[in-house]
T-cell receptor, first 113, second 117 residues
């Protein structure tokens, strides 16, 4: 059974600081997704990582994927309050003719002024 | 970009009644739709996968007779919670994918919050 583990689960940081969220998964996959969820809302897609070594950046967020280590990171640079949300990674596994996502537990990020 | 809608956004019902939630892809044909459930402060758990015109594939532990899924067209899937009970109260989110999408992206709906009294 695929396991997807995020670390940390809760993160409180000050504006302007940097931090990294880690996502480990237990089986082979070449597709990993990062999502953001605001309270009471659905998921917003942040990044799609499709190959080993993939790196994508959008604003203050940068995501990377190491398929050999089964590890993805979401790096936050110079955090601002607007980044406060819960961040999920999800791993895509091919099953038969289709695929399915397995989500990590989520990292609840609070950025304090 | 691809848009997925859900209706209703929230629903409150009495225990024992049935509730239907609709999931629509507005500007693309959804070959596959997924239904997730999210309890407060928890992650998303996949309930079932449905392909247009086929029976849904349910995840282990999800009662197919309680959570009826119909994917009658390429733009509509419905989830019916039958004989709902308070423990079914949750945030239900659907997503959809389309064939030919290289990134195999799932486009998520806005979710439906179900409260069973």
């Amino acid at each position: 059974e695929l396991k997807v583990e995020q670390n940390p689960l809760f993160l409180s940081m000050q504006e302007g600081k940097n931090y990294t969220i880690y996502c480990n998964y237990s089986t082979t996959s070449d597709r990993l997704y990062w999502y953001r969820q605001d309270p009471g809302k659905s998921l917003e897609s942040l990044f799609v990582l499709l190959s080993n070594g993939a790196v994508k950046q959008e604003g203050r967020l940068m995501a990377s994927l190491d398929t050999k280590a089964r590890l993805s990171t979401l790096h936050i640079t110079a955090a601002v309050h607007d980044l406060s949300a819960t961040y999920f990674c999800a791993v895509d596994i091919v099953i038969g003719s289709g695929s399915r996502l397995t989500f990590g537990e989520g990292t609840q990020l609070t950025v304090n002024p | 970009g691809a848009v997925v809608s859900q209706h209703p956004s929230w629903v409150i019902c009495k225990s024992g009644t049935s509730v239907k939630i609709e999931c629509r892809s507005l500007d693309f044909q959804a070959t596959t739709m997924f239904w997730y459930r999210q309890f407060p402060k928890q992650s998303l758990m996949l309930m079932a996968t449905s392909n247009e015109g086929s029976k849904a594939t349910y995840e282990q532990g999800v009662e197919k007779d309680k959570f009826l899924i119909n994917h009658a067209s390429l733009t509509l899937s419905t989830l019916t919670v039958t004989s709902a009970h308070p423990e079914d109260s949750s945030f239900y989110i659907c997503s959809a994918t389309t064939s030919g999408d290289v990134e195999d992206t799932q486009y998520f709906g806005p979710g439906t919050r179900l409260t069973v009294l």
